[in-house]
């Protein structure tokens, strides 16, 4: 895999009308899949379900993964600022719950 911006996407445990968004960067030395791999290594459940928590500690079922791949040499360099710029205007609505807690006002 290469660096890029990756996202994944869930919803609330107690109300599946709740959906969540989580935004992340793989730059540098790393890999969109070394990065998954760190998010999602000990979020199974029980059942073989991916669970992550809120910043207010509310579960989550994670149901679908997706990328934005950086795959031209030099191109990494862009991939902080796509994340932050995805990260303060995804949901100016306030539809989801942005999973992410760094970088948030």
Known sequence: MVGGVYFYFGYSRSNPDKICVYIGKASFNSTTGRRLWSHFRYAFDENGQI?????????????AITLIPFEIKGM????????EHLITEF??????EILNVTGRK
């Open 51 to 63: 669970v992550k928590t809120s910043s207010n500690g509310d579960p989550y079922n994670i149901e």
């Open 76 to 83: 990494t360099c862009f991939v902080s600022a796509l994340e």
């Open 91 to 96: 949901d100016k609505e306030g539809k989801y």
